[in-house]
T-cell receptor
Framework: TQLLEQSPQFLSIQEGENLTVYCNSSSVFSSLQWYRQEPGEGPVLLVTVVTGGEVKKLKRLTFQFGDARKDSSLHITAAQPGDTGLYLCAGSLYNQGGKLIFGQGTELSVKP | AAGVIQSPRHLIKEKRETATLKCYPIPRHDTVYWYQQGPGQDPQFLISFYEKMQSDKGSIPDRFSAQQFSDYHSELNMSSLELGDSALYFC???????????FGPGTRLTVT
């Protein structure tokens, strides 16, 4: 059973389209992090959200943490081929020493 | 800025051999996490250390052990290797525990 459900797992879109990736759980997280991972490389941290309802923007990427701290979303506006990659959400539960629980990942392909 | 360093980047071992993976955290980071990522899988937490003491343990086989040294680097020792141990092994560091985790480039272990 996946504690953090990420969807969709695969997404293929055209350049210029918008997209949203979701991470959902029945558990409450103290924080949630979004990573991007290239094949064979380590995950690269994009953003950390820690406050319920928090919204953070990173250029064309918008990250939101749900009010109840059980879910998060990543929205990309006007996707570009350079956005192609694997996006992972990862949450940290309270009093768990900070270990990360990962979602299944979203493999995004943006076609020119 | 300095990042997490892992060595070696690639390792090929035969069944029943042993392997040692090393991780050098970001300077002044006192917490190290180890994750295992199988092909097409999300990273799974193995073990973590804070101030040279084991702080949490996940799905780490008894054949594996790890420690954190006085300079905060960590080593993951793997014995009696099995084919199923073939995976990417990532180290991440943070300060303090529960704060943002930064991942190293990983060690790709192949057991033949």
């Amino acid at each position: 059973t996946q504690l953090l459900e990420q969807s969709p797992q695969f997404l293929s879109i055209q350049e210029g389209e918008n997209l949203t990736v979701y991470c959902n759980s029945s558990s409450v997280f103290s924080s949630l992090q979004w990573y991007r991972q290239e094949p064979g490389e380590g995950p690269v941290l994009l953003v950390t959200v820690v406050t319920g309802g928090e919204v953070k923007k990173l250029k064309r990427l918008t990250f939101q943490f749900g009010d109840a701290r059980k879910d998060s979303s990543l929205h990309i506006t006007a996707a570009q081929p350079g956005d192609t990659g694997l996006y992972l959400c990862a949450g940290s539960l309270y009093n768990q020493g900070g270990k990360l629980i990962f979602g299944q990942g979203t493999e995004l392909s943006v076609k020119p | 800025a300095a990042g997490v360093i892992q060595s070696p980047r690639h390792l090929i071992k035969e069944k029943r051999e042993t392997a040692t993976l090393k991780c050098y955290p970001i300077p002044r980071h006192d917490t190290v996490y180890w994750y295992q990522q199988g092909p097409g899988q999300d990273p799974q937490f193995l073990i973590s250390f804070y101030e040279k003491m084991q702080s949490d343990k996940g799905s780490i086989p008894d054949r594996f052990s790890a420690q954190q040294f006085s300079d905060y680097h960590s080593e993951l020792n793997m014995s009696s290797l099995e084919l199923g141990d073939s995976a990417l092994y990532f180290c991440a560091s943070s300060s303090p525990p529960g704060d943002e985790q930064y991942f190293g480039p990983g060690t790709r272990l192949t057991v033949t």
